[in-house]
């Protein structure tokens, strides 16, 4: 669940409006009976949960009184996860569900808050909530049930309305004096300056004009090691990110790019300090790896049969082929879940955030970026082009070849992809315009790769299922068309790489 709210603040003596003006036609303004509410906040003696913008409660109360809720990208917009429970009893589901934030330090009561809440619901003309205003008399108490503080605070909270009526009860409420309209949490006020500090993991940030290497690797590595932390509960829920991509996929490729700029930026990190971290990713996308394998072919299933509505496929047979990567893919979430509750993979959270708040450098980095980096762009460019002292790449490429050379090419595609990338920020102009051109032909090879791999899986579902015939023929459709789809990648190829390698795009690496 999405909790979408704003929170303002008000004078001694305020009164709430008339809400009527922003309630759609036919809707209309219901009020509800005072309610008192005791939530008590779990965090750690550093209050690393609140720091992150992220909270533990329970509400007496409350049906389902244990709530986690974790940040977005907007403000005010947050996830909200509860589970039944008593008072004495976190959740384990939730507790892990905030792992990468406490990261194995104990959560103990850190706030006990009493509120006094007198709120209205707007309507409409099916009784359907659309948004709740709320104006809330806060008490901040002690273990002893001693009042600490006390402030007082007005929430609208978005249910089933839209953007545009959150917008006019704002507006309305500002017109009566509220101020604010950002969002500072509850316990966050209740635990006052302590709870506003810094997190521990340290966020990226924009690069300066001219930046020395060690900036750049410390951004690079901020911004994946955000890139899997963000996303680990996400993981946990199952829950999708955007529309076409998955968690699963996010934290996978933060693990691959980080340990493939650890790789680029090798002379810049202490070899000591990087070696080891790249080896607990590589153990963290392997767990991760046959989940996401499993949804890739899942989503190419369906867009496989139905690419041909001329000639369609038999679709309960595709749907038997998909129960068995459905069963495929349960268990390697399974297997997931149990990669994340493992000891390793709490000692790789606290190695990363370390890592993003101060990456082990050598000397080297403190030179310009400008000077540094393209040279160790160079290499993986050399590798995957064919110029470089180890057999491979491209130049080796045969379109008649086999599959396993291509995704050779396809994995130091990656690898010189991601180097290019990291750096383009800095270098602009020609290194981005490769960036984007590398984009294109790693496109390409991943096509290739994921049509090869779905060929190969049809056909080994339909022999695993020998008296099945109408399978064994849809499989059959099916890998004929993953092949083609092969054929026609490596047809593309050459003209995307013939545009990637052309001089003007790489001569800065010279």
Known sequence: MVEEERKFTVEAGWLLPDLSPAVPASGSVRTLAP??????????????LARAGVSLRYREGDEVPWTVKLPTDSPGVRHEIS????AEEMPTELVELVTVFHRGAALTPAAVVRTVRHAQEIVDEAGRVLAEVVDDEVTVLDAEGAITGAFREVEVERKAGDGALLDRLTELLRDAGARGGDFTPKHVRALGRAATAEPDLVAPDELPADPSAATVVTEAVRREVARLLVHDPLVRLRAPVGDDDTAVHQMRVACRRLRSDLKTFGPLVRPAWARPLRTELKWLADALGAARDAEVLRERLRRTAAADPVSPVDPAAVDRLDAV????????????????????????????????????????????????????VARPWRRLAGTSKKPGGVATLHPAGPDEHWHTVRKQGKQARSAVTAVAPVL???????????????NLLGEHQDAAVAAETWRAVAEARPDDHQLAMTAGRLLERERAAVRRARADFPYAWRRASRRRRTRWLA
């Open 428 to 442: 602009g102009g020609d290194a981005a315009k490769l960036a984007r051109a590398l984009r294109k032909v790693q």
């Open 83 to 86: 589970r039944a429970g008593p």
């Open 325 to 376: 990567l459905a069963e495929w893919q349960a268990e390697a979430l399974t297997r997931v879940d149990e990669a994340l509750r493992a000891p390793r993979y709490l000692a790789l959270v606290d190695a990363l955030v370390l890592a993003a708040r101060a990456p082990r450098l050598t000397p080297r980095a403190d030179a310009p970026a400008r000077r540094v980096l393209p040279g160790l």
């Open 35 to 48: 309610a008192t509410l005791v939530a008590t906040y779990h965090d750690t003696v550093d209050l690393r």
